[in-house]
């Protein structure tokens, strides 16, 4: 069951004037956190609530940890809703199939696929409801985009705002182009970096959106699937050695990546990232460039309640003020529908206000078809 | 308290700032001081925070040192080759560390089969690249050109170039470049495939590039300083970025000419020295490690980080950041070039070309004399390990395990000795069956009589000159004895000055050592020492790093 709700998220300058005052709320303390962004923060750092709190447990999506320990998420959840939440961190596919499910009561996938699959196998779940939506964008260095802006595959929209024509894109790497071919100063053929796209989330809905783009742009179901599949497998067996964790994959991207490679991520990664070094939020985006691919996916966060703990999660996690902090402290767009949100709230130029082409991800069988074909290679 | 374990701990930090289990990176032929004993593993303690780091981080000690003394903690940093970081991660639950720092977090991908580290952070990074004589550089054309691995294979096959280069299944710097080499020879690949490894003209023009290389080890910082110390022997080194710095400062402060820094285009790679958290359930531990990250990427240190020529930044490198003194345009060294490193290959594709290397032959042969103390000294204890340590070379199920795998190519002369050398067994290869035999002759070895490792040595060396000129091999001595020897270091002294090549010794200690004759042996030869005595099998892999 899921519930719609009418409405904006409001850019309350309160807000926004404490986040800035306090340099966005987390991470200025340098002997506090580790460096946030990264999706791969220790989660043994979970302290122990005061009395009267319900504690609810579950297996969480490594990108939404960062957020579960956030202080200001935890007080709303504390004060508001008497709740605090015990995540152990697992993979998508991992926690939806086979996971042992004892003590726990809820979990929290990075896909509806995961949603699918959890219930084909479990009896125990409850009601599931999208909390969050993040975009899979391309991040990728200024170099690049210009270069493929001068090929007309990029398009700059707005100040700060660049759409990538994934149909193209995908062509020039299946036609095995060079970086040199579009003026870069460095060896290798053209590629997107994914993370494994039978073991995490973030690449096999790289893969949904690949499928498709092969497909005409259409969703392949079940029959068109097949006469897609040979392709899609010639690009993934191009990638060698891939990580396991969208975590990992924007952390090596950051560090010796961001002058010479496309990486598939999620939105909220790069707002997570800013927000928690505000202070270089200008160097950050004079060297890191974000595509959104026209069409992209989303990617949808739902809960799967396990018990009435579970449902309160829900309850809790909808409420406005503990989305906005989503929105504005780790970029997570909302998962309820005609929400939009305030760019300005975060202070990002790269950041789109509405994603407007996005593709359905296949069904669920058809999905199936296309990790078994995967995990040949 | 809780306070009050912090007070202990805050006065314990103060009282023992200590950094011990240091694997003396700094040792070469002239200055053998200090034994390497540094490869054991250490035990877990619930007090020190213990950190097994990569050799090329050594720079960074006082850094760390800071962070101990101000943050009132003890910090312990034990240095070894990235690959055996990678082998210490496979023991899981067991390993005794509170961090990682490998050179490159591929090493953690590989090794960390457990899942024991929680988390990890890049603290800087440096790429891998050739450091070549200036004078050497302008020969070969190599200049503010753009230069590729078949230009570095061309001169290496014509006998215009060599180059030191650590060993591909110890450290990372060789690793990685030896990846770079065969990811170009291949024709630069979407990735390295098995069926590229079994490409014989690959081999062979592998071999050919490796087989100039005329120094190894199993350690970057050890490379650095032995070439800087002997620099009149070597053409070129391979090595991090930050070493070729380093190593600069030191010869152009003695009026010497500086290491020209060469990126090749299709064989590069990146190291990202990931320091990684190894959780055993302390939450103090934990603590020490966050805000040793946050120390380390803070602005001052960063700074520091980097005026030691370690590229440092929040996203990537910026140039601004790069004080030309250090990052030297004359010395070669680009931070303005796009370094695009080779797509790495999949896992067993990767373990593959390592054995590849290792058994396979692909590396320069070693020409081993192994000196085998049996005197009566060593009765019991000492012999029992001196035969563990030879069966993890002549055992190929043990060998396999820590890469240390002879190749066909190899030679192999067995001393086993007391007051006089017992016999010298000499062989070549590693066909099983006479590995076996081999095998059955160390393990009947008894222990009795007096002491002459000089006459053994000399033995030993005197029978591999019969094979003839060592131009192909790196020549070592691996003498495993408790010390205390009769004869005369004159006689060795002399042998060794008529050998023909430099033959390194390399001395592994058991039992009841004494290594004040060790030391003289090792700097006479160019040599090191290595502890045996807590963790036997180390020492051994460590020395076979060397040849």
Redesign the interface.
Known sequence: MRTIVNGTILPLSVVVAVLLATGGGCGTSPSVQPNPGSGTAPNSSYSAPPGNLLTIAGYVGGEKIQLLQNENFRRILADKYHLAIKPTKAGSIEMASGADLTGKDFIWPSNDFAVKLFRDGNRKAGKDQIIFNSPLVIYTGWNIADGLIKQGIVEKRREGYFIVNFQKLLTMIVERKTWRDIGQDFDGKIMIRCTDPTKSNSGNMFAGLVVNTLNNGEVVDETSVESVLPKTKQLFARLGMMETSSGDIFRNFLTTGTRNSMVIGYESQIVEFIVANPKSRKLIQDTVCVLYPEPTVWSSHPIVSLNDRGDRLIEAMMDEEVQRLAWNEHGFRSGLAEIRVDKHAVQLDCIAEEIQVVTPLPGKKTFLRILDALKEL | MIALRSLLLGTLGTALLLAVGCNGSSNSGGNAKSVSGGNALPTYSDKAFQIVSGSENEALKPILDRFAKERGVELRVQYKGSIDIMLDLEQGRNLPYDAVWPAN?LWI?LGDTEKVV?????IM?SPVVFGVKQSVAKRLGWIGKEVKIANILKAAQAGQFSFAMTSATQSNSGASAYLGFLHALAG?P???TSKNLADLQLQEKTKALLGRIDRSSGSSGWLKTHVVENYDKFQAMVNYESLIIEANKELTAQGKEPLIAIYP??GLS?S?SPLG?V?H?S?EK?KIF??L???L??ELVRKEIIGLGRRAG???F?AKDADPAVFNPDWGIDVN?????I?????EV?REALNLYQAGGLRKPSATIFALDCSGSMEGKGITQLKEAMTLLLDPIKSKKILIQPSSRDIHIIVPFDATPREVIASKGNDPQMLKELLGKVQGLQAGGETNIYAAVIGGMEELKKAGPMDGYFPAVILMTDGRSDGSIESLREALQNQGYDIPIFSITFGDADERQLQDIARISGGKVFDGRKDMAKAFRDAKGYN
């Not at chain 2, 929680?118 to 890049?122: H, L, T």
């Not at chain 2, 797509?343 to 896992?347: D, G, R």
Request: proline residues 7%; without cysteine.
């Open positions: 977090s991908s929680k988390s990890q952070e890049s990074h630069s979407d990735f390295l285009t299709d990146i990202d958290y959780d359930g939450q934990e966050t805000d990250v946050a120390y990427k803070s929040l996203v990537g910026d070039r796009v370094i695009a490193p797509p790495l290959p999949k896992e990767l």
